[in-house]
């Protein structure tokens, strides 16, 4: 291959590798959104602590990393159902205002209790893969990263075959579409909140626990996320699983393909920029809601 | 309480705001007063539309660094003083607003604040990476508090705290004076139906766009002219002025104050600039008891927590009922 | 009644100052002990804090106990003046140190001339910082350009290497850094091949290791702190770039070589202070640090050793804890220590210093070249 298409197609790998987790966490934070109505500013701090507790469990208590990465979901998830169960559900008809209040709460809360248990050090996780790069064509890339895009397309497809094809799936998309109607006909709606959170917050940790091999964790790190996702959706379309995917992988590849062609400072400003192009010309976002 | 007896707490409240730097030595004491006026000015704006129109804007501290800025440059670049710079500054925060609030402020519900946060963020983008103009993270130094030029007296030096607290009292009183004739007028009014019920509002012909527009203009405007007073103050602009925190800090001031009213954000504004510099050794445990009151005083205490407090300490004769105006 | 409790408790709090007389020499110290540079700033504390006790056990100076107060700057620019403030007004100290982030310290400047306080850093880089014509602030560090005069000549002998890419943080330190090494290696025979920069939230930068990649380099030189150093060093090996790393930053510390792992093995240090030189000071140093505080010194360590020990000489030739006396004496500093002498030019920047080149390998830095600064 030409040195130049070498580059392209480098270029379009990372952005497929980072598109594919910044997918992940945005389906995570759409289901949140879509079915119980709140935007969750403390998706980050989930994927935070899927870092952190993937990292705590391998190398300080010595799991393997392949349990750890699951375990440490388990705990995100265990989490989540203590906070749905503690403070969401209250909140169940609650106004945006509040909701969004609690959640920037949570989100402070969370980071800064990561920050007296673990200290502002930031920490990789270690992997039992080997760490010599693997070359095709030219192109680089190495067994983690392989990893990282395989367990986050896996999750993104179980998270697309959830909601289409099991039970709670689709409780979850009658609750998105009409919660009143959803139960008159019998849909527990406590119960579904419950899968919904729990869900989108075992989609943030996965992420931060699978990309944490090569991208340092930080209890702030949490922010950055946040507002990634953020981004996403908004370009995607708030409430569309879709949206979420295409966003993701639509942002990961130009953030990528701008950071390779244009001066680096400005890489960020692409996802903005584009939020700006999609509220001015199709404010519903890219995908309406599904 | 009856309105004279209002009047005649507000000139009292008035008089013992004026006697704190004879009464106050300590110059340390006197920054926080002074930071905590700046911060009053900032969250009368924010209330307006968080308390009044009911709308979430996390743009907020954005428009705080941008008011900040726009004096700072111009003071760095054309040398204009904060006699200028204030106007300004408050200018042109509320002709940004402006801007933006036509493209989002029809927008409702969660994309508007989701948008508002990617606005802020946009605007750190700009500060930090435009380093022709904005010098980057090297940011802007050497501002300085200006004198103020009296006929027949002369220059009169306000950099020394006990002085510039006044210039700072004097801005926070017009502040409060600025959102209380709003507050109290039929906008006012008009802000709080189109909380308490949008659609009614809108079948009686009055818009909702335009009403939060005027909120969010004149709340900005405010944000910007307390920017260029603690950029003046301080003396250093950088881009750190539009961290997320500043929002969290405001929204804490303004929640917990008791949203909705006036004298609430500005009593929080005090409280939550002193308490973090009394809790100082305490700095992780003081963010985690922070964000727990904001989250419980949220789920439970929707009028804050200033209020109710005060009310229990108050003889009951002097309670009042009405939480929709200060 | 919460209103009552912290009444009170702001009542004691203004009181307490009123107890304690002038009996010490009081020294302020400013530093991100919370935040995303704690790390460091703990160890810069510490080590200042070790070193007060050291010279207290002696007898302290002028006859009196050094009183270190420290304030949490976390690195942000209005929180570090509010702790100067406390510190000069409340606490009545008669020198500052800090505030490490070169736009904290700027800040903080501000308060020094205000009060006319003297302030040194001993890690803010910025350029600028000096050229403000402020009196009472001093550098004891060499600015990244100083270190690029020093350095750049030697760098394409040292890692045998022609083609330059520079890959730094996008803020006046990787900027400058890319705007004044270049000139010594291209004198040196050196050729510049890309320049790429990151922002400070960037956790991944594929992006930009792929462009520096397309450009094939022989070396690359960065300016980065541990954590996108350690992020990096890994990235860039994971996409197989095999080139040596030239790194301005914490790129022989601790904690980097642990977050990179074998990521960092042939790394190059650029650094004013690295725990493996050799000197009878440094020897006596790193043996205290490493019984005292169980890791080995960063450079970070080795700044608040030379911010203090010039601080407290200065107060000794002053011959009083009178801040102006302390600023004058400042001036005149001709101080031998850890990485040699040091004097303030007429903008108070410190020159004549040595500075280092660290090579890593197997988990050690040793020192492979050296240079001292010149005068600016």
Not at chain 1, 40 to 58: Q, S
Not at chain 2, 132 to 155: C, E, H, S
Not at chain 2, 299 to 309: A, D, E, H, S
Not at chain 3, 199 to 223: H, R, Y
Request: charged fraction near 15%; glycine fraction near 10%.
């Amino acid at each position: 291959m030409s040195a130049s298409a070498t580059i392209l197609a480098q270029h379009l790998l990372n952005g497929v590798l980072i598109g594919c987790a910044y997918a992940l966490i945005a389906m995570g934070l759409t289901m949140i959104f879509g079915v119980m109505n709140i935007a969750n500013f403390a998706h980050g701090e989930f994927y935070m602590l899927g870092g952190f507790l993937a990292f705590y469990l391998v190398s300080l208590m010595g799991l393997g990393y392949f349990l750890a990465l699951p375990a440490a979901v388990a705990l995100v998830v265990a989490l989540a159902i203590v906070l749905q169960h503690g403070i969401f559900r209250r909140l169940r008809d609650a106004p945006m205002m509040t909701t969004t209040l609690v959640t920037i709460g949570l989100s402070l809360f969370l980071e800064h209790v990561a920050l007296l248990m673990w200290g502002p050090q930031p920490q990789s996780i270690p992997t039992p893969f080997p760490t010599t790069p693997l070359s095709f064509l030219g192109i680089y890339t190495t067994p983690l990263y392989l990893f990282c895009m395989a367990v986050t397309a896996a999750l993104i497809v179980a998270g697309h075959l959830v909601i289409r094809k099991t039970k709670m799936g689709k409780a979850m998309r009658a609750t998105f579409q009409n919660k009143e109607a959803s139960a008159l006909v019998g849909i527990r709606i406590d119960r579904v909140y419950m899968y919904a959170f729990a869900f989108g917050a075992a989609l943030a940790a996965a992420a931060g626990a699978v990309l944490g091999g090569f991208i340092p964790v930080e209890p702030t790190t949490g922010g950055v996320v946040t507002l990634k996702a953020f981004v996403v959706v908004i370009l995607g379309g708030m409430g569309s699983f879709v949206g979420a995917i295409v966003g993701g992988l639509v942002l990961g590849i130009a953030e990528a393909l701008g950071a390779g062609y244009m001066p680096t400072g400005w890489k960020d400003a692409i996802g903005f920029f584009a939020v700006v192009l999609v509220l001015l010309f199709r404010p519903e976002g890219l995908f309406r809601r599904a | 309480m009856p309105e004279t007896g209002r009047r005649l707490a507000a000139a009292a409240a008035v008089l013992v705001l004026a006697a704190v730097p004879l009464a106050v030595r300590d110059e340390y004491y006197l920054h926080l007063c002074i930071v905590a006026g700046v911060f009053v000015i900032a969250v009368l704006g924010l209330d307006l539309i968080v308390g009044y129109v009911g709308q979430l804007s996390l743009a907020h501290a954005a428009f705080f660094a941008l008011g900040a800025y726009t004096s700072g440059l111009l003071f760095v670049r054309a040398k204009w003083s904060m006699w200028l710079g204030l106007p300004a500054a408050a200018i042109a925060t509320g002709l940004i607003a402006f801007v933006l609030g036509s493209v989002i402020l029809r927008t409702r519900g969660h994309r508007f604040i989701i948008i508002t946060v990617v606005f802020a963020e946009l605007m750190k983008l700009v500060a930090t990476n435009w380093i022709d103009m904005t010098r980057g993270f090297m940011g802007l130094p050497g501002l300085q508090i200006p004198a103020l030029y009296v006929p027949g007296i002369g220059a009169i030096d306000l950099a020394a705290k006990g002085r510039f607290y006044y210039v700072v009292l004097a801005a926070a009183i017009v502040a409060f004076v600025v959102c209380r004739s709003i507050v109290r007028s039929s906008i006012g009014r008009k802000f709080i139906l189109i909380r308490e019920n949008e659609p009614l509002a809108e079948s009686l012909g009055i818009s909702a766009f335009r009403y939060a527009m005027i909120a969010f203009v004149v709340g900005a405007a405010l944000a910007g002219a307390a920017g260029s007073l603690y950029a003046h103050y301080v003396g250093f602009v950088s881009p750190d002025l539009f961290n997320f925190s500043y929002v969290t800090i405001m929204l804490i001031m303004v929640i917990l104050g008791g949203k909705g009213t006036l004298a609430g954000p500005a009593l929080g504004a005090v409280i939550f600039t002193f308490l973090p510099e009394l809790l100082r050794e305490a700095s992780h445990w003081r963010m985690i008891i922070f964000a727990t009151i904001l989250i419980v005083a949220t789920l439970f205490m929707p009028r804050g927590i200033v209020f109710p407090l005060v009310e229990h300490l108050l003889p009951a004769r002097w309670r009042t009922r009405d939480a929709g105006a200060a | 009644m919460q209103a009552l409790k912290l009444f009170a408790a702001a009542a004691l709090l203004a009181l307490a100052p009123l107890a304690v007389a002038q009996e010490t020499v009081r020294i302020g110290v400013v530093q991100p002990t919370t935040g995303p540079v704690a790390y460091d700033g703990n160890i810069y504390v510490n080590t200042v804090k070790m070193i007060v006790d050291d010279m207290n056990a002696k007898g302290g100076v002028l006859g009196k106990k050094i009183e270190l107060l420290v304030e949490d700057g976390a690195c942000n620019p209005a929180q570090s003046v509010n702790a100067a403030e406390k510190l000069v007004t409340r606490d009545k100290v008669v020198a500052l140190l800090g505030a490490f982030c070169s736009t904290s310290t700027a800040a903080m400047m501000e308060v020094a001339k205000k009060h006319k306080v003297p302030h040194i850093t001993g890690i803010s880089t910025a350029a600028q910082l000096t050229e403000q014509g402020n009196p009472y602030f001093f550098r004891a560090v060499a600015t990244t350009p100083m270190l690029g005069n020093a350095f750049g000549g030697v760098l394409p002998a040292a890692v045998k290497a022609k083609r330059f890419a520079f890959l730094v943080l996008n803020d006046d330190w990787g900027r400058s850094m890319a705007a004044s090494y270049p000139k010594s290696i291209e004198n040196a025979g050196g050729q510049i091949v890309a320049t790429e920069f990151f922002q400070q939230s960037d956790l991944q930068f594929l992006s930009q290791i792929t462009k520096v990649k397309a450009a094939n380099p022989d070396a690359i030189v960065l300016a980065a702190n541990t954590q996108q150093a350690a992020a990096l060093s890994k990235q860039i090996r994971d996409l197989g770039v095999t080139v040596p790393l030239i790194g301005e930053g914490s790129w022989t510390s601790d904690s980097y070589l642990k977050l990179a792992g074998p990521a960092s093995d042939g790394v190059y240090g650029l650094v004013e202070y690295v725990y493996t030189i050799k000197n009878p000071i440094n020897d006596t140093f790193v043996k205290e640090f490493q019984a005292k505080l169980k890791e080995n010194p960063t450079k970070f360590a080795g700044a608040a050793h030379n911010a203090i020990h010039i601080m407290v000489d200065a107060i000794k030739r002053a011959g009083a804890a009178d801040p102006e006396k302390i600023r004058v004496a400042l001036e005149k500093t001709d101080y031998n220590g850890l990485v040699g002498n040091i004097k303030f030019d007429d903008k108070h920047q410190a020159y004549g210093q040595t500075v280092y080149l660290a090579h890593v390998k197997g988990g050690v830095p040793e020192v492979v070249a050296t240079a001292k600064i010149a005068k600016p």
